[in-house]
Structures are given as structure tokens and as C-alpha cells.
């Protein structure tokens, strides 16, 4: 069994690997399928549960599909560049490119980043996937393929002011954070609550990506960073509580404190770092985050909208550390 979950999670860091080195939109395709393929095999990686296997059978639905978009937007941009590689949407050069076909390209390509990313309105599939997941492989694909993902999305979206995509990527930025916190409001289901926080997190995560420039890299990079030690150690909780109380339900968390202290207190931390409360981590990465947005001209309704989904997002924690 061992040798069975070693193989596809060494196949998908070879993907992660992959991704954030690409520079040629077929190389960028390989990595994206090697990390799918993998993910849709550990996602399904318990037959016996019939939770796990419906799962990974809408994760490879949903993926195909998403896959099969992002190349007909890569064979547009090929039509339109000339060529396969990065290079062409970074430099000056893209503003000579024709809109339309452009920006359709891109909009396409955006939506396969999008089902990557559980970007709204791309991201049905992530509460059904995550709960059915064992939780490990839940906290994995919750995170690796998604900093994979936003460092390949950095360098291909790094020129968007030139490419005409930046309020496109605004808006779907502030969609993703406010339906991912509205949804997780009416969980009952830790996993699934985790799901839709995660989609929330990504929506902050694209604020970076819309600021731009170098402070707007820096404050993904932050983020990021912050968002691997907040979200695996949220589903470390989930994977202790789960053993210890055989629910997955919220109110498998009632009463923590008083069977294991240490364990409510880890749980708290982590989930007030995901609010981001200062001084913890999460505050450090939401606040280069709220610096990039603020500090580029026309996006202080962007950090005024992430502001108040931090608010809204206390609202569902709150009940799992009290």
C-alpha cells in the first residue's frame, strides 16, 4: 500500500516541480496533466469507501473538461503569438497582439488556472473532492497544487495591464473571497468548511497577482508561504479530532479544551492565523496583501472587499474554537 500512495504523490511533485519552472505553454500542459492525473488516483486512493471514489470520478470530470478548455485557449494564443513560449506575454510586444482573439485566449486559459485554483466560478468541485479525499491527501491537494499553480500564474500573468485582463482578474478575485467565506458560513461539515475557506484564500491570494509588479509578487510569495504552515496545520486538527471524536462534523470540536487543551489551543491558533488575526502569520501575509492592493492605483475597492470577507470569515471559525 505504501508503494501505491508513493507513486502518484511522487509523480505530482514532479508535476509541482515542473509547473513552476515552465516557460512554453506545452511544458506548462504536461505539468498541469501530470499533477491532475495523480491528483485524481490519490484523491480515489480508498476503493472501499464509496465517498473517495465518487470524489475522484467528479475530480476527473471536471478536470478533463477544464483541461480540455485551457488548450483550446493555448491553441488561440498559439494563433495569435506565433509561438509557444512565455516570452511573447511579457514583453512590450503583447500590446501589439489583436484584443479580442487575445483576450479570448486568455480568458480561457484563465479558466483552466481557475479549476487549478478552485477560483469561483470554477470551484465546484473542491467541497465534494475534499470531503471524500482521505483528509491527508485533502490538506495536499489544498495547497501544493495551488502555490504550484499561482507561481506559474505569476509569470503568465505577470504583464496583464498589457494583456487588457486586469479587471477581469479584479473582479474574479473579489467573487472568489466573497462566495468561498458566504458559502462556508452554512457548513456543518469541517472538511467542506475548509473547502470553501480555501476557495476564500485564493481569492486573497489573487489580489497579489492583480497589484502587480514586484511588491505584488512579494506579497504572493508571503502569503503563500504563510497559507502552507495555516491550512496543513487546520487539517492536522481536523485529522486528530476525526480520530478522536469519529466525526467530521463541527461538533466534534465541541468541548476540545476540556478532552485535549494543547489540541484546542493549536486548533485556535491555526484558525485565528487563517482569520488573520496580527500577531500571528496569516496577519503578516493578509497585510502584504492589503499593502500591494492599496499601493496600486484603483484597486482600494478590491482591498476594501477583502477586508470585509477577513470579517466574515471569523464567522465560521468561531464556532470550531469556542
Given amino acids: 500500500m505504501g508503494n501505491l500512495f508513493g507513486s502518484p504523490s511522487s509523480l505530482s511533485t514532479v508535476g509541482l516541480f515542473l509547473l513552476v519552472s515552465a516557460t512554453d505553454f506545452l511544458m506548462i500542459l504536461i505539468a498541469i496533466e501530470l499533477i491532475s492525473l495523480s491528483s485524481f488516483v490519490l484523491t480515489g486512493f480508498c476503493l472501499d469507501d464509496q465517498r473517495s471514489s465518487e470524489a475522484a470520478l467528479k475530480y476527473f470530470v471536471v478536470g478533463a473538461f477544464s483541461t480540455g478548455i485551457m488548450v483550446f485557449g ?7 503569438t506565433g509561438g509557444t513560449s512565455l516570452v511573447s506575454l511579457t514583453g512590450e510586444g503583447a500590446a501589439l497582439f489583436p484584443v ?16 487549478k485554483l478552485a477560483l469561483v466560478p ?12 482521505p483528509t491527508p491527501i485533502t490538506a495536499f491537494l489544498s495547497v501544493a497544487p495551488k502555490a504550484a499553480a499561482f507561481g506559474m500564474m505569476i509569470r503568465f500573468f505577470q504583464n496583464h495591464g498589457g494583456l487588457h485582463v486586469t479587471v477581469l482578474l479584479a473582479v474574479l478575485s473579489a467573487l472568489t473571497m466573497t462566495v468561498g467565506n458566504l458559502a462556508a458560513l452554512r457548513q456543518t461539515n469541517v472538511k467542506r468548511l475548509l473547502a470553501y475557506s480555501s476557495v476564500a484564500q485564493m481569492g486573497y491570494v489573487m489580489m497579489g497577482i492583480v497589484a502587480g509588479g514586484s511588491i505584488g509578487i512579494q506579497s504572493v510569495l508571503v502569503y503563500l508561504a504563510a497559507y502552507l504552515f495555516m ?19 463541527i461538533e466534534g470540536f465541541s468541548g476540545l479544551a476540556s478532552r485535549s487543551l494543547p489540541l484546542a489551543l493549536m486548533t485556535t491558533v491555526f484558525l485565528l492565523s487563517l482569520t488573520g488575526i496580527p500577531p500571528l502569520v496569516g496577519f503578516i501575509g493578509k497585510f502584504s496583501l492589503f499593502s500591494a492592493t492599496l499601493q496600486t492605483q484603483g484597486l482600494v475597492w478590491l482591498a476594501v472587499v477583502g477586508a470585509v470577507n477577513s470579517v466574515i470569515s471569523l464567522a465560521y471559525y468561531f464556532p470550531l474554537f469556542v
Avoid at 491550512?231 to 462534523?249: C, P, Q
Fill in 74 to 80: 493555448m491553441s488561440i494564443l498559439y494563433g495569435v
Fill in 100 to 115: 479580442l482573439p487575445l483576450a479570448g485566449a486568455l480568458f480561457f486559459i484563465l479558466a483552466g488556472f481557475g479549476f
Fill in 122 to 133: 470554477f470551484h465546484m468541485w473542491a467541497p465534494d473532492v475534499y470531503e471524500g479525499a
Fill in 231 to 249: 491550512n496543513l496545520g487546520a487539517f492536522s486538527s481536523v485529522i486528530a479530532v476525526g480520530e478522536d471524536a469519529r466525526t467530521e462534523s
